[in-house]
């Protein structure tokens, strides 16, 4: 504690007729200034003396990390078949607007931001299982979260969605994204 008194506080100088005390620093402030001294040392040492890797060299790290965190194939079984009843069509219809798909890639699914979905040119593949576990991964870098909106959806509401995304193939529809000639490729599901 600052057991002085304000007449020994005050300070010799005066403006306008008022005069400063000399009060001490707030504990919390003077600790922090040294904590960042001894945070500094470390810093210092790991950073420019022991070689730590730079920003630019964390941000190539956690880039090349990225797709093995997400990327892994979540349907495991290859015969997997699209369905074809309306009950399933219509539930995914209804995914497609609750996971916010329409919102990138258009009600009519013809893509906005993302790409058009019901023509036969795709990025990353027009298979089933392609398609149900790009749904599921997403694009982050390309703005798409998992599951549209990071929601996540069981194996066969994945399913109904992409049953219904296939429902569209073919259906043209305007206003429709142009194709991106140098991504996207004609695909024939396999
Ligand atoms: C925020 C915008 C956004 C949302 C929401 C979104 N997407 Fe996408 N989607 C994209 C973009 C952008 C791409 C293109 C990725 C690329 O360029 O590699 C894409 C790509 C795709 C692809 C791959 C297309 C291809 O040509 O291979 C599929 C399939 C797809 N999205 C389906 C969906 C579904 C289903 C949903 C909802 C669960 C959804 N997307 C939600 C933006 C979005």
């Known amino acids: 504690?600052?057991?002085?008194?304000?007449?020994?506080?005050?300070?010799e100088h005066e403006y306008d007729g008022i005069r400063e005390l000399d009060n001490y620093m707030p504990r919390w402030y003077v600790l922090a200034l040294y904590a960042?001294?001894?945070?500094?040392?470390?810093?210092?040492?790991?950073?420019?003396?022991?070689?730590?890797?730079?920003?630019?060299?964390?941000?190539?790290?956690?880039?090349?990390?990225?797709?093995?965190a997400v990327k892994q194939d979540i349907v495991t079984d290859t015969a997997l078949k699209p369905l074809t009843d309306a009950a399933s069509i219509d539930a995914g219809g209804k995914l497609f607007v609750a996971h916010t798909c329409s919102a990138c890639h258009s009600a009519n699914l013809g893509g906005l931001v993302g790409p058009n979905l019901t023509d036969e040119f795709w990025i990353h593949g027009c298979d089933y299982k392609?398609?149900?576990?790009?749904?599921?991964?997403?694009?982050?870098?390309?703005?798409?979260?998992?599951?549209?909106?990071?929601?996540?959806?069981?194996?066969?509401?994945?399913?109904?969605?992409?049953?219904?995304?296939?429902?569209?193939?073919?259906?043209?529809?305007?206003?429709?994204?142009?194709?991106?000639?140098?991504?996207?490729?004609?695909?024939?599901?396999?």
């Open 1 to 11: 504690m600052d057991k002085r008194t304000e007449e020994e506080k005050l300070m």
């Open 36 to 68: 960042s001294f001894i945070f500094c040392v470390g810093y210092l040492i790991y950073y420019h003396v022991m070689g730590g890797p730079t920003q630019e060299q964390e941000y190539e790290m956690e880039i090349a990390a990225a797709p093995k």
């Open 130 to 190: 392609a398609v149900m576990t790009n749904v599921s991964t997403g694009f982050p870098q390309k703005g798409m979260m998992p599951y549209g909106n990071s929601k996540p959806m069981n194996q066969i509401e994945l399913q109904q969605l992409v049953s219904f995304i296939f429902s569209k193939k073919g259906s043209n529809p305007t206003p429709a994204k142009a194709i991106d000639k140098v991504r996207e490729v004609k695909c024939v599901a396999k």
